[in-house]
């Protein structure tokens, strides 16, 4: 689909389509009180993956996989097979425009028993704009590369440290004060794995931690303004249930943060310069209330000062910053290792978002690959990630070459 849009402002119009998505709908009524975390490549918070996004976006302390890259790539030491491949599709924000894709590949390669490396590019397309005065069109995207490194520090325990490097070229015409954004980023990740008796059931009990994208800012206009990326804090559980020698079943849980600063409101600004009771709906004073974030130091703070202060910046203080967390449920059943069906909740309160949505999907697995399949229901109004569906095929390098082998 074609987009008409005038490139008169300094951010494009499909930025604020992408941070609109992410941190929408402000029910009637509330809007005062609507104060999502705004950050840019807003991207790089979309899972990727279908096993995950079946069971509501969780995945950080489930059993490892070939895409427990984005998740935590801690996990890989504890992975069956030495190496894998994966492909994952997502055609995103369809109910809005089509022409908008996200695409993911990764990979990685156990070294010995202990230790592995592994890698990801993801490449998110916001399809094809044209501008009104001139006609030239563009096909901005967003992409990331991340490589990490991951080692068991013990049986049950292994830790992991990744880069990443972020690139988001949403405009033309670039000159000496627009540009593409760039930016670096850091992960630090753990996992913990290891059996507990449950009556008498040997079940396998896991919890992870990962903090992502701990960076620099990224900027569109040469540095003269910068954005927060999304920094993130996840922490999860998961509990794996056999039934039998064929049937098992887990339950996992995730909880995320994004250590980013919440910004100050525009309700903020107007009643500190112009009284409680001045309205303005049409923020007409937009130009002001960006001088006032000046003045505030909101733009002036660094990431790793923004991580901190994230934990207590919140205007409402406990209470809002409480708000700041969502949180996926998810369940997986499996039979033989072979057939899986999955099921999962994701919630973020209203004034930080309002993604409230369920998840369902499966998965079939063979020796050499497996293919994942997630479809998303949302149950906030007008919410156009309803309906998404998510594809990833993985390949197994173990069960490729055993395959070849036998011919």
Same mark, same amino acid.
């Given at each position: 689909?074609?987009?008409?849009?005038?490139?008169?402002?300094?951010?494009?119009?499909?930025?604020?389509?992408?941070?609109?998505?992410?941190?929408?709908?402000?029910?009637?009524?509330?809007?005062?009180?609507?104060?999502?975390?705004? =950050?840019?490549?807003?991207?790089?918070?979309?899972?990727?993956?279908?096993?995950?996004?079946?069971?509501?976006?969780?995945?950080?302390?489930?059993?490892?996989?070939?895409?427990?890259?984005?998740?935590?790539?801690?996990?890989?030491?504890?992975?069956?097979?030495?190496?894998?491949?994966?492909?994952?599709?997502?055609?995103?924000?369809?109910?809005?425009?089509?022409?908008?894709?996200?695409?993911?590949?990764?990979?990685?390669?156990?070294?010995?028993?202990?230790?592995?490396?592994?890698?990801?590019?993801?490449?998110?397309?916001?399809?094809?704009?044209?501008?009104?005065?001139?006609?030239?069109?563009?096909?901005?995207?967003?992409?990331?590369?991340?490589?990490?490194?991951?080692?068991?520090?013990?049986?049950?325990?292994?830790? @992991?440290?990744?880069?990443?490097?972020?690139?988001?070229?949403?405009?033309?015409?670039?000159?000496?004060?627009?540009?593409?954004?760039? @930016?670096?980023?850091?992960?630090?990740?753990?996992?913990?794995?290891?059996?507990?008796?449950?009556?008498?059931?040997?079940?396998?009990?896991?919890?992870?931690?990962?903090?992502?994208?701990?960076?620099? *800012?990224?900027?569109?206009?040469?540095?003269? =303004?910068?954005?927060?990326?999304?920094?993130?804090?996840?922490?999860?559980?998961?509990? *794996?249930?056999?039934?039998?020698?064929?049937?098992?079943?887990?339950?996992?849980?995730?909880?995320?943060?994004?250590?980013?600063?919440?910004?100050?409101?525009?309700?903020?600004?107007? %009643?500190?310069?112009?009284?409680?009771?001045?309205?303005?709906?049409?923020?007409?004073?937009?130009?002001?209330?960006?001088?006032?974030?000046?003045?505030?130091?909101?733009? %002036?703070?660094?990431?790793?000062?923004?991580?901190? *202060?994230?934990?207590?910046?919140?205007?409402?203080?406990?209470?809002?910053?409480?708000?700041?967390?969502?949180?996926?449920?998810?369940?997986?059943?499996?039979?033989?290792?072979?057939?899986?069906?999955?099921?999962?909740?994701?919630?973020?309160?209203?004034?930080?978002?309002?993604?409230?949505?369920?998840?369902?999907? @499966?998965?079939?697995?063979?020796?050499?690959?497996?293919?994942?399949? @997630?479809?998303?229901?949302?149950?906030?109004?007008?919410?156009?990630?309803?309906?998404?569906?998510?594809?990833?095929?993985?390949?197994?390098?173990?069960?490729? *070459?055993?395959?070849?082998?036998?011919?």
């Amino acid at each position: 689909m074609t987009l008409n849009h005038i490139y008169k402002v300094r951010v494009p119009l499909l930025l604020l389509l992408l941070v609109s998505s992410v941190t929408m709908f402000a029910q009637k009524g509330v809007q005062q009180q609507f104060n999502p975390v705004y =950050t840019g490549v807003t991207s790089l918070t979309i899972a990727p993956d279908s096993r995950a996004g079946a069971m509501g976006d969780v995945g950080v302390a489930t059993e490892a996989d070939v895409n427990s890259q984005y998740w935590n790539p801690s996990k890989y030491p504890f992975s069956y097979s030495p190496a894998g491949v994966s492909l994952a599709y997502t055609p995103w924000l369809r109910q809005l425009v089509d022409g908008i894709d996200l695409a993911n590949l990764t990979g990685y390669y156990r070294i010995g028993d202990y230790q592995a490396v592994s890698g990801s590019l993801t490449y998110f397309s916001l399809g094809e704009v044209t501008s009104i005065s001139d006609g030239y069109t563009i096909h901005p995207y967003e992409m990331a590369v991340d490589f990490d490194y991951s080692r068991m520090l013990s049986e049950t325990f292994s830790a @992991a440290v990744g880069l990443r490097f972020i690139l988001s070229d949403l405009q033309y015409n670039y000159d000496d004060e627009v540009t593409p954004g760039t @930016a670096f980023a850091a992960d630090i990740s753990m996992f913990h794995s290891d059996y507990v008796w449950l009556g008498n059931r040997e079940c396998l009990f896991n919890w992870g931690l990962n903090a992502s994208n701990i960076g620099s *800012k990224i900027s569109y206009d040469g540095g003269n =303004t910068n954005q927060f990326i999304p920094t993130n804090l996840r922490l999860g559980l998961s509990l *794996k249930i056999p039934v039998d020698e064929y049937n098992a079943f887990s339950i996992n849980a995730d909880a995320n943060k994004l250590m980013v600063p919440t910004k100050p409101t525009y309700r903020q600004f107007l %009643d500190e310069e112009y009284g409680e009771d001045f309205i303005d709906n049409s923020y007409s004073y937009s130009s002001e209330y960006q001088s006032w974030l000046d003045a505030m130091g909101y733009n %002036d703070i660094s990431p790793i000062a923004g991580i901190f *202060k994230s934990f207590h910046d919140a205007p409402l203080g406990w209470k809002e910053e409480l708000q700041e967390i969502y949180w996926g449920l998810g369940v997986e059943y499996g039979y033989n290792d072979q057939f899986f069906l999955r099921g999962g909740y994701h919630y973020e309160n209203e004034y930080k978002g309002n993604r409230k949505y369920f998840t369902l999907g @499966a998965g079939f697995k063979m020796n050499v690959f497996s293919l994942d399949a @997630a479809y998303l229901i949302s149950t906030s109004q007008s919410n156009p990630l309803d309906q998404t569906l998510r594809f990833t095929l993985s390949f197994d390098m173990d069960g490729i *070459k055993e395959m070849f082998g036998r011919r």
